[in-house]
């Protein structure tokens, strides 16, 4: 009896443990209001990503003549705080889980990141397109602390027309529900 007790306690410890971290994950990320999640929704779910940024050369659509890197879609696979794969980012915008859930992604706002060199920080509403799972309750999704993944600068020219290009990136993605 004292076993299990002791079992119990050690277990309610670490599953508060385990919401705090939750907790302080959302208030370590400082965003701007607009990428804020709506007042009802609650973190589900943090996922690193690595991948690319796919971009093509085409021409530009200002009428000037010019050319430039369009993007293209994500590549990505995600991973958990213990660094296993839990999933994939892609096309779409979508996110898959291992467990076969999927969501589809629309951008609601986007802010310019911290850093000069990478992505935007995005807020996207979501809506499950897949099966029940990990992500089939997001309502929600955070595109935080991204590093690189822009369009180069260079390189795109009528020469270079249709050519594509694959930028390495980095990003955290938070997963908010409701209720």
């Not at 410890?13 to 701007?32: H, K, M, R």
């Not at 991948?51 to 994500?74: E, H, L, T």
């Not at 397109?129 to 602390?145: C, D, F, H």
Request: charged letters at 15%; glycine letters at 10%; aromatic letters at 8%.
């Amino acid at each position: 009896m004292r076993s299990t007790m002791k079992v119990t306690a050690l277990l309610l410890a670490l599953l508060a443990a385990a919401c705090a971290s939750a907790q302080g994950a959302v208030s370590a990320v400082q965003v701007p209001d607009a990428l804020k999640p709506g007042a009802n929704e609650t973190l589900a779910m943090i996922a690193s990503a690595r991948g690319v940024q796919i971009y093509q050369c085409r021409a530009a659509k200002d009428g000037s003549g010019g050319y430039q890197w369009a993007f293209v879609a994500p590549e990505a696979d995600l991973f958990d705080a213990g660094g296993n794969r839990i999933g994939r980012h892609y096309a779409g915008p979508r996110w898959e889980s291992t467990d076969g859930s999927r969501i589809l992604g629309a951008v609601k706002e986007h802010a310019d990141a911290p850093a000069a060199d990478a992505i935007p920080w995005l807020l996207l509403t979501a809506k499950s397109v897949g099966s029940e799972g990990a992500l089939s309750k997001v309502t929600s999704v955070q595109r935080v602390r991204t590093v690189g993944g822009m369009a180069p600068k260079v390189g795109c020219s009528r020469a270079a027309a249709g050519t594509s290009v694959r930028v390495p990136y980095t990003a955290d993605y938070y997963f908010f529900t409701t209720g």
